[in-house]
């Protein structure tokens, strides 16, 4: 009986054991848990989805991915499979449980766990992320949430391409990733066995026809499927091919430091430039179009042309001989590689004309500049696998006039400046385009001045102007052809500011029509009227405040930015100029006769003659009373 108890002691010890132990492989576990036992593979199909974009074969913007195989998205894509394109892997991490209690109650998820040593700092550098940024920490391993990696995967992809791709591609070949085989005639490639873990993919070689490299990325072998019920253990990717386009920007600001509105300086892509701006008549404008390049990787996918043409609206005028190009590593334009001016010789610039008179400026790049595009060593190393100016912003800046005419459009038809980017690569037998577009904007006043018994002489009444918003007064020139005032200059002082007196415009006396004036606050001041006539005794307060918030090119759906005016607080409805609405605020200013005071040959005066006359008279008869008083007498 002992012994029978020993035995099953022993039994049943040998059970608790084994029952520690790991599952064999195939044993039945619950699908919601990782079965630690299985081996996990990854399947990887390259396809050419601009092509297949272009074509209306695939919307992959709105494609999810599942990591379950697609038989649908292969079939559709096969025509576009990219044959030669090589992706490494290596693994980053491993798949972890968390559970602990914690100040909020007790917490079990799963982390990813990467030793803490020199490559994991590399990695983490390279993301721009610390030690710090680990859930936590343990037994010398950091354990990161993958929202976390993923988050800062996308921020550097964004902030750098090129960088990114360079830097997680170095960090794959140093830590010994594993080469897949080159995709086959399906664009298929992949491999199995691999142990479970969060593994970093790279793709480090492409075919010459090909001219951007997939952005790297994470894949968790197995992986949650989309459903959430299971772990999937054979995952299929199926990356996505970047389109590579170039970004194309075009911005605007007045060119005037002492609105403060901004430093002055042109260093600061973002110091004052929108894509909406107001000005006055004879300002000075900057521009600036930002651009950053697609990536080159080969001669095959070099830039052979690099052309942008800009176009200024009738009303606005190139400041010719001063066009400048900044080239930077980051879209930012921080990082800056080198500056190029006309006299540079990589580049040209020739003006012409366009539809309705409008201007047109063409910047194109030379042989030389496209070498130096394509070729320069300065960006990148020998060893790297893009070249030139691969994935590079360029910045063009320069600046125009607002012409003091008629040519300029004011209110909501603005004045529009557009530009369009033409490039072509070596590989391709066709040109792409991008255009962008900027508005300026600029308005006007119409005073009418009244007198109450249309009785006063409007060449003696005289109206300042002050904007308040940029505290300055202002200053025009009167068109007499036209009867309008268009603004010249800013002034610092009152004493040189313009005397606006009232004219005939369109047939009607007594009109100050003013043309050029920002989207600001304005105090417009009576400082002198006719003579019998009272001044106002306060001050008019204009607002004009430009509606939108910059997106007003047509590329953007809009066609306009509407504008509202204020005087007084009060609400006025702008009427149009020329067919563009919102572009003048109306004023009417009327002064009224003053009282009058009693003056020389009033009836005050008429009774002191009055009396004066009785007084003279009486005068005359006591004369000639005491006359004959003195007669008789003798």
Known sequence: MKKLTKLFALCLALALCLSLLPAAHGATAPAATIDTSRKASLDLYKYDFTSANEAGILEWDTYVSTGLPDKAVEAALAPYAIQGVVFSYVKVADITTYSALEADGYRDMVLYGMEDHEATTQLLTALGLTAADAYRTEHNTLYFVSDVLVDALAAKLTENTSNLKNALEKFVADQGGVDLSETDEAGHSGATGLDLGLYLVVETYVPENVYNTTAPFFVSLPMTTIDGQNWNYDVTVYPKNETDMPTLEKTLRESKPDTGKHNGSTDDITDGYAHTGTGSDGDVVDYQIISTLPTITSNATALTTYTFVDTLSKGIAYNKQDVKLEWFQDAACTQKVTEWDEASGKFAVAYG???????TMTISMTASGLDEINNATTVYDSTSLYRGYSACTVRITYACTV??????????????????????????????TLEDD????????????????????????????????????????????????????????????????????????????????????????E???????????????????????????????????????????????MTDDGGSLSAVVPLTVVNTKGFDLP????????????????????????????????????
């Open 353 to 359: 004309t366009a539809d309705h008179d409008s201007t």
């Open 403 to 432: 012409n003091s005419s008629a040519d300029v459009v004011y209110g909501d038809g603005g004045n529009p400046n557009e530009v369009q980017l033409t490039w072509k690569r070596t590989n391709t037998d066709y040109y792409d």
């Open 438 to 525: 900027c508005h300026f904007y600029t308005y006007g006043l119409d005073l009418t001045k009244k007198f109450n018994d249309s009785k006063g002489n409007f060449s003696k009444v005289q109206f300042v102007m002050h904007n308040d918003t940029d505290n300055y007064w202002v200053k025009a020139q009167l068109n007499e052809a036209e009867g309008v005032y268009y603004v010249t200059e800013h002034v610092a002082e009152e004493a040189n500011a313009t005397k606006f007196v009232p004219v005939s415009a369109g047939g009607q006396p007594g009109k100050v029509i003013v043309k050029g004036l920002e989207d600001d606050a304005y105090t417009i001041t």
């Open 527 to 573: 400082v002198a009227t006719d003579a019998g006539y009272t001044l106002l005794k306060d001050s008019v307060k204009v607002v004009i405040t430009t509606k939108g918030d910059g997106e007003i090119c047509p590329i953007c759906g809009k066609e306009g930015v509407p504008a509202t005016a204020t005087v007084n607080g009060d609400a006025v409805a």
């Open 599 to 634: 003056k020389t040959g009033d009836h005050g005066t008429w009774m002191f003659a009055v009396g004066g006359s009785v007084l003279i008279c009486m005068a005359l008869v006591c004369i000639v009373l005491v006359a004959k008083r003195k007669k008789s007498t003798w």
